[in-house]
């Protein structure tokens, strides 16, 4: 990379930000530094747009400063639709690669902990810039990357090389990690998670780190688990550091929820209730909501669905992912909160429970919460894994 091109403002302006948020540390500095977002994305690619509120379409060919200033800026970039089967310029159905936002990358990184030396599997490799930031600090030689999409692995394995550090990329399920290149210090997975799986344990060394951004099926948002491998290397377990949101291990995504499987009249099939509960304590407007996070945790195999706010009404669903069982609250401006349930759960008493808890917990943020797995399960706790209750997630 030529001297221009590391003083461009936009990157040297973004990297001094992200130091003053405590976000790119010092050790992490020279790799920012040295290695660009903007070398490992391809030619048209689709940031997202916060005026717009959504994904698009940005050509280097046809815009380069646009491409120039999104490649430099601290938003996320989607690189591939629907599964590499989407063509045309405008956004696809569903986004299935991107690069992160840069302030994620970095405090994943600083989660991650690296020593010289140490030898880091990544699970997703995606453009290939992670990896690129990790083998500028540890070397190529010590890092591996799995990525499952054949033409993603493709063009991120071109880029590194063009880049100079030629990591090792296997097209192959991260689920299963990459036995060849075990045992390792640091795994790290660029993907959502709603099972961590055993074999990244067994592949990693006693007292490494499990870095993974990991959550329930109740909405998208995932936390960053930071976990600590136990030393018989049987079991890791550790504390959530903060919100994200990634796309999920394909393996692990959850097929959309289909309302009429569940319905097949009105709500007035339910049950019917009133609920205490008002709109604001229970939707507090955050995108990574940690009451959210927190009715995941506790109420197992259910997905909510929050609709769009209509004439002062607002209905929120819950469905049941063990069975047919659903609930709706309907909350409205000015009026009780009326709730229909239908089914062999209560959905709604259920969440409502798991609502007061975290009230009388102190309302715990992301980062009270922890996670501990072994080849028996799942675990979350609050505080202290002493006080852990069970999960259940796929397989």
Same mark, same amino acid.
């Given at each position: 990379?030529?001297?221009?091109?590391?003083? &461009?403002?936009?990157?040297?302006?973004?990297?001094?930000?992200?130091?003053?948020?405590?976000?790119?540390? #010092?050790?992490?500095?020279?790799? !920012?530094?040295?290695?660009?977002?903007?070398?490992?994305?391809?030619?048209?690619? *689709?940031? *997202?747009?916060?005026?717009?509120?959504? #994904?698009?379409?940005?050509?280097?060919?046809?815009?380069?400063?646009?491409?120039?200033? !999104?490649?430099?800026?601290?938003?996320?970039?989607?690189?591939?639709?629907?599964?590499?089967?989407?063509?045309?310029?405008?956004?696809?159905?569903?986004?299935?690669?991107?690069?992160?936002? $840069?302030? =994620?990358?970095?405090?994943?990184?600083?989660?991650?902990?690296?020593?010289?030396?140490?030898? =880091?599997?990544?699970?997703?490799?995606?453009?290939?810039?992670?990896?690129?930031?990790?083998?500028? %600090?540890?070397?190529?030689?010590?890092?591996? #990357?799995?990525?499952?999409?054949?033409? =993603?692995?493709?063009?991120?394995?071109?880029?590194?090389? +063009?880049?100079?550090?030629?990591?090792?990329?296997?097209?192959?399920?991260?689920?299963?990690?990459?036995?060849?290149? /075990? $045992?390792?210090?640091?795994?790290?997975?660029?993907?959502?998670? +709603?099972?961590?799986?055993?074999? *990244?344990? %067994?592949?990693?060394?006693?007292?490494?780190?499990?870095?993974?951004?990991?959550?329930?099926?109740?909405?998208?948002?995932?936390?960053?688990?930071?976990?600590?491998?136990?030393?018989?290397?049987?079991?890791?377990?550790? $504390?959530?550091?903060?919100?994200?949101?990634?796309?999920?291990?394909?393996?692990?995504?959850?097929?959309?929820?289909?309302? %009429?499987? !569940?319905?097949?009249?009105?709500?007035?099939?339910?049950?019917?209730?009133?609920?205490?509960?008002?709109?604001? /304590?229970?939707?507090?407007?955050?995108?990574?909501?940690?009451?959210?996070?927190?009715?995941?945790?506790? =109420?197992?195999?259910?997905?909510?669905?929050?609709? *769009?706010?209509?004439?002062?009404?607002?209905?929120?669903?819950? !469905?049941?992912?063990?069975?047919?069982?659903? /609930?709706?609250?309907?909350?409205?401006?000015?009026?009780?909160?009326?709730?229909?349930?239908?089914?062999? &759960?209560?959905?709604?008493?259920?969440?409502?429970?798991?609502?007061?808890?975290?009230?009388?917990?102190?309302?715990?943020?992301?980062? %009270?919460?922890?996670?501990?797995?072994?080849?028996?399960?799942?675990?979350?706790?609050?505080?202290?894994?002493?006080?852990?209750?069970?999960?259940?997630?796929?397989?």
């Amino acid at each position: 990379m030529t001297a221009t091109r590391q003083e &461009r403002p936009g990157h040297a302006g973004l990297g001094q930000a992200l130091m003053a948020a405590g976000v790119l540390s #010092s050790d992490w500095a020279p790799a !920012y530094a040295a290695v660009p977002r903007g070398a490992f994305l391809p030619e048209l690619m *689709w940031p *997202w747009d916060v005026g717009a509120g959504r #994904s698009v379409a940005v050509s280097r060919v046809e815009d380069p400063e646009a491409w120039q200033a !999104y490649a430099e800026s601290d938003c996320p970039i989607v690189t591939q639709w629907d599964d590499g089967e989407h063509t045309g310029t405008e956004p696809g159905a569903v986004a299935t690669s991107s690069a992160s936002m $840069p302030s =994620v990358v970095f405090r994943m990184l600083r989660d991650l902990d690296v020593r010289p030396g140490d030898r =880091v599997l990544e699970v997703g490799t995606g453009t290939g810039w992670n990896a690129a930031l990790l083998a500028h %600090r540890l070397g190529a030689g010590n890092v591996v #990357s799995v990525e499952v999409d054949g033409g =993603v692995a493709d063009a991120a394995r071109k880029a590194l090389e +063009r880049f100079g550090v030629p990591v090792e990329v296997v097209q192959g399920d991260g689920f299963d990690g990459w036995d060849r290149g /075990a $045992p390792y210090d640091r795994v790290v997975a660029t993907c959502g998670l +709603r099972a961590v799986p055993v074999a *990244w344990m %067994r592949q990693c060394r006693p007292g490494g780190l499990i870095v993974v951004p990991w959550g329930t099926h109740f909405g998208n948002g995932d936390a960053v688990a930071r976990l600590t491998v136990a030393e018989d290397g049987r079991s890791a377990s550790g $504390p959530f550091t903060g919100p994200v949101e990634f796309m999920k291990l394909r393996a692990q995504r959850l097929p959309p929820v289909v309302h %009429r499987e !569940y319905v097949s009249g009105s709500v007035a099939d339910g049950d019917t209730r009133t609920t205490p509960l008002v709109e604001e /304590a229970f939707l507090d407007g955050e995108r990574f909501s940690a009451h959210g996070f927190a009715l995941g945790l506790l =109420v197992p195999d259910c997905r909510q669905v929050v609709a *769009w706010k209509e004439d002062g009404a607002r209905p929120v669903w819950l !469905y049941s992912l063990s069975d047919r069982s659903w /609930a709706c609250a309907q909350f409205r401006d000015g009026e009780r909160t009326r709730v229909w349930q239908h089914g062999r &759960r209560r959905l709604w008493d259920e969440v409502e429970a798991a609502h007061v808890w975290w009230q009388e917990n102190g309302r715990p943020g992301h980062d %009270r919460f922890g996670l501990t797995v072994d080849d028996g399960g799942h675990w979350a706790w609050l505080d202290d894994p002493s006080r852990a209750w069970p999960l259940s997630v796929p397989v």
